[in-house]
């Protein structure tokens, strides 16, 4: 046990010398910075680009947690459907849950001043905003859409952009149009919309360009009198999510699909983590590729000392023991390389992180600068990534050293 210590002792000095002496000019020496330049960058680059990822889901969780309700039921048969009061009313005292809302949404043809656009239209019942999240999201004017006989409209951000709406002007409406549903055109009209007239009251910052109303002006306008396209369902800050659901499936029956806040959105997280996974596979190929330098500049070293390498043999060291010391300089090239890598991949996420010094490039957006997550796993894979290449890349060159010390007697 002792002689096996004192073995892997010798190899690993042996290997440290022979990383001290690379900083003399040399071919060898040369491949060797390269290949220690190439894991430093592709390390770094790795853990920010990682990093920038799971900022933005992170940032995506946020603002929908905002946006969205704990659950949301859809139906599984058409766009929209009707439940009447009693199953509502069930609904409403299932265990763990604090609101239930009908909501009714399409796409419609809005106008204001000489702005016009397509968008979607979301008819809310009144309470909503009690419940809702999103009046933290209001920090212009009020969350209200309906007060007395009077209609109002909840802007977004882009909406308001595009159409220049303003709160101060009482001469200007939102101008809703939506197709009838029966096109009958008698001779000498083309009145084939409804219309509905909404006083802007406020403005949600969110980057979907979207209007909220009152569901049964909006219902009116869509000729869908008794219509629902979504039940929103808010649950207490203590229930059991799963639990709860199953509950609501048992009432609704197999004809519904209910969602939490990351179903919701599934396919666009899906896409998030598929393009997280291409671009680690990416940087992980130029990695790769750079340890080809790490593999000729070891195997260069080992032609290079081969007369050193017999002589250690001469003096008693085993060939496995060469081979030892082959790997541990390799290893050593690449520690070099990975965990200045790691640490100034770090350093630019936590700066990123608390200046903001990159910013998007977009105004229409809710934040301004790239958002950044720093994950441990996202290190762990990185370090066995490089770690793996790296012993991978020293295997052949590490085999070939006893081969020619012996050759060269």
């Known amino acids: 046990m002792y002689l096996l210590k004192f073995a892997a002792m010798i190899s690993l000095r042996i290997a440290l010398r022979y990383v001290l002496a690379l900083r003399n000019f040399s071919t060898t020496q040369i491949l060797s910075f390269l290949a220690f330049l190439g894991i430093f960058l592709g390390s770094m680059a790795m853990v920010v680009v990682l990093s920038a990822f799971n900022g933005f889901e992170r940032l995506l969780k946020e603002i929908y947690h905002q946006q969205d309700p704990d659950l949301k039921v859809m139906s599984l048969k058409g766009k929209t459907f009707k439940l009447n009061a009693l199953m509502i009313n069930r609904l409403q005292k299932t265990e763990g849950v604090e609101g239930v809302f009908q909501t009714i949404s399409d796409k419609a043809y809005v106008q204001y001043g000489d702005g016009q656009m397509v968008l979607e239209v979301v008819g809310i019942e009144p309470g909503f905003e009690k419940f809702s999240r999103m009046d933290s999201l209001v920090k212009t004017g009020k969350f209200i859409v309906k007060s007395g006989d009077i209609s109002f409209g909840l802007v977004s951000e882009p909406v308001r952009n595009a159409l220049q709406v303003s709160l101060k002007n ?29 006083i802007p009251t406020g403005f949600v910052q969110m980057d979907e360009q979207r209007i909220y109303a009152p569901i049964e002006e909006v219902r009116l306008l869509m000729d869908k009198p008794n219509g629902i396209s ?68 070891c195997s260069m070293l080992v032609i290079d000392k081969k007369m050193d390498l017999f002589t250690l043999m001469a003096m008693g060291m085993e060939p496995s023991e060469i081979k030892m010391t082959i790997r541990y300089l390799g290893g050593f090239v690449t520690l070099l390389g990975l965990i200045p890598g790691l640490l100034t991949g770090l350093g630019i996420c936590l700066l990123q992180k608390w200046y903001g010094w990159v910013p998007l490039g977009m105004t229409s957006t809710t934040i301004q600068a790239y958002p950044i997550e720093i994950q441990g796993l996202d290190f762990l894979l990185v370090s066995l990534w490089v770690l793996i290449i790296g012993f991978l890349a020293v295997l052949k060159p590490a085999s070939m050293g006893p081969k020619l010390a012996i050759s060269s007697h």
């Open 230 to 297: 979504n039940l929103e369902i808010f649950l207490n800050k203590n229930s059991n999510q799963e639990r709860t659901r199953l509950k609501l499936e048992e009432i609704l029956g197999p004809d519904f699909s209910i969602k939490n806040e990351m179903e919701q959105h599934e396919d666009l997280f899906k896409i998030l983590k598929i393009e997280k996974l291409f671009v680690f596979l990416a940087l992980g190929f130029i990695i790769l590729i750079s340890s080809f330098n790490l593999f000729v500049s």
């Open 170 to 198: 009482d001469f200007e409406f939102l101008q809703i149009s939506y197709p009838k549903r029966k096109k009958i055109l008698k001779l000498g009209t083309s009145k084939i919309f409804n219309q509905l007239n909404l």
